[in-house]
Each structure stands twice: as C-alpha cells, then as structure tokens.
C-alpha cells in the first residue's frame, strides 16, 4: 500500500506546500493555548492534521477570535466546538448565504 504524502495539495485548498517547522510548531502553541487536554489535542490533530498548516495569526488566531466574538463560544464550549468540528479552524472564506463554491472553507457551514 503506497504511502500518503503529509498534506496533499487538496488539503490545503490547492496549494502545494508544506510548512516549515516554526509555523508548525507556532500553530500548535496557539493550540495548546487554548487549554486543550493532550487527548483532545491530539484527536484534533488526528482529525484535522491541516490545522498545523494554517498561519498561526491569519488563520488560527483568526478564527478563534471569530468563535469567540461572532458565536460567542469561550472555554470548554469552544473546546467541544474544536472537537466536533476541527475544521472551523481551517475555514478562509465566507460566501454569507451567496454560495461561490468554497464550500469545504466556508463559514455558512458552521
């Protein structure tokens, strides 16, 4: 069985790109920031692996914030969030009803 490359250019919304190892390592101390236990970190990873790939300011921080302040999640609420749906944190586009065919990236499905 051949082996799967780390991110494929699918996973990252048709870039082909890894990060470098900073960028990772930033992205999860943004992670862990978040008081997430070792387990529920790694089955974050587990099921969303691309969120070492966002930029830890753009993307992640980004999107926390937009949890934080437009659906009002905190804490552990926003921790269950991130463990039912980890993808939210990969999420770079909002169509605001007027669908444009992003859908694997957009808000509207959260």
């Given at each position: 069985?051949?082996?799967?490359?780390?991110?494929?250019?699918?996973?990252?919304?048709?870039?082909?790109?890894?990060?470098?190892?900073?960028?990772?390592?930033?992205?999860?101390?943004?992670?862990?920031?978040?008081?997430?236990?070792e387990?529920?970190?790694?089955?974050?990873?587990?099921?969303?692996?691309?969120?070492?790939?966002?930029?830890?300011?753009?993307?992640?921080?980004?999107?926390?914030?937009?949890?934080?302040?437009?659906?009002?999640?905190?804490?552990?609420?926003?921790i269950?969030?991130?463990?039912?749906?980890?993808?939210?944190?990969?999420?770079?586009?909002?169509?605001?009803?007027?669908c444009?065919?992003?859908?694997?990236?957009?808000?509207?499905?959260?």
């Amino acid at each position: 069985m051949p082996s799967r490359p780390l991110l494929t250019s699918n996973d990252l919304g048709g870039v082909d790109a890894v990060p470098d190892r900073e960028s990772m390592a930033e992205s999860l101390l943004v992670l862990q920031s978040l008081g997430l236990s070792e387990t529920e970190l790694m089955a974050l990873l587990k099921t969303f692996p691309e969120a070492l790939s966002c930029h830890p300011q753009e993307q992640l921080e980004s999107n926390l914030n937009r949890l934080r302040d437009e659906h009002k999640l905190k804490d552990k609420i926003l921790i269950k969030a991130l463990g039912r749906q980890p993808r939210i944190l990969g999420y770079t586009f909002s169509c605001e009803g007027d669908c444009a065919g992003e859908c694997h990236k957009c808000w509207a499905r959260f």
